[in-house]
């Protein structure tokens, strides 16, 4: 019979070098990077150039607003991330996958309960169907709507849909959630309740979260860092690192302050490009 043959500890100290660095470099990766972007729509002579050279990073668990006039390319570059569309220069890289979305409106099927419009992105995701739904009770219960499972859509307020509707995006299990102005639509306080609830979500999961908003109290409210774009084509203006700890209301007056400086910012672009 044969001995095994011996391991060279050198090999074997290499080989897990390798392997560490190999998770430490997928720990520190961005949760999506965004490298010399630009996008145009249009035939030639007469193309609208809506992103320019667009540069950034979202890092593991950061929460980032992109905010800026109508019409400067906030949303084409969500749908760039998302994988809705392709840049014309540049590239965009999202190393964890395909990205969890989240549009204005809730986009729930009508025609099925709460629970069962989550269930369906756990089918999609291949969860198998004795687990979809004690895991779509879990997220029920994450954005606090137990015992909302049989709920039809019409039976549920404007704030519950986006609730349900954010539990079906956590339900793709991405690591990075894109969200296009998901309150807009809703009444100050239904809005300022999901406030506290995203915010919530956000540090309980250690998710990345890229959020497109036109209110400049609401990016200072729930996020780290703003990115401020310049008018079309939307290029980065400025950055504001967000040192304000949470929670933070609406109304605090750092929340204000600094919100008034971002206004005041964003009212010169759209000056700077002939836009009143």
């Known amino acids: 019979m044969t001995a095994p043959a011996a391991t060279d500890p050198s090999t074997a100290a290499a080989a897990a070098a390798t392997e560490e660095t190999t998770r430490t470099s997928e720990s520190t990766a961005p949760a999506a990077r965004l490298s010399h972007v630009s996008k145009s729509f249009g035939p030639p002579g007469a193309r609208q150039h809506v992103l320019d050279d667009i540069t950034l990073d979202v890092a593991p668990g950061e929460f980032v607003t992109l905010l800026g006039a109508s019409g400067c390319g906030k949303s084409t570059l969500l749908n760039l991330v998302a994988g809705l569309d392709s840049p014309t220069g540049g590239s965009v890289h999202v190393p964890g996958g395909r990205p969890a979305l989240m549009f204005q409106e809730h986009a729930l099927f009508p025609w099925l309960t709460a629970g069962r419009n989550i269930e369906l992105a756990l089918k999609l995701r291949g969860v198998p169907k004795a687990e979809r739904r004690p895991r779509a009770e879990e997220l029920l219960e994450l ?4 015992g909302a499972h049989r709920k039809r859509v019409h039976e549920l307020s404007g704030g519950m849909r986006q609730r349900v509707a954010l539990a079906r995006a956590l339900a793709q299990d991405s690591r990075l959630l894109l969200m296009d ?7 100050a306080i239904t809005r300022d309740v ?3 609830e995203l915010s919530r979500v956000w540090s309980g999961t250690g998710l990345s979260v890229l959020f497109v908003t036109h209110n400049v109290r609401e990016a200072v409210r729930l ?11 939307g290029r980065i203006a400025r950055q504001w690192e967000i040192a304000i700890p ?4 609406i109304e605090d007056g750092d929340v204000a302050a600094l919100s008034a400086e971002i206004t005041e910012q964003l009212r010169g672009e759209i000056r700077r490009h002939g836009r009143h």
């Open 246 to 249: 949470q929670p933070r209301r």
């Open 223 to 233: 996020a780290q860092r703003v990115v401020l774009l310049s008018s079309r084509p």
């Open 194 to 196: 999901l406030h506290e």
């Open 143 to 146: 954005v606090r709507l137990q």
């Open 181 to 187: 102005e998901p309150f807009a639509a809703l009444d």
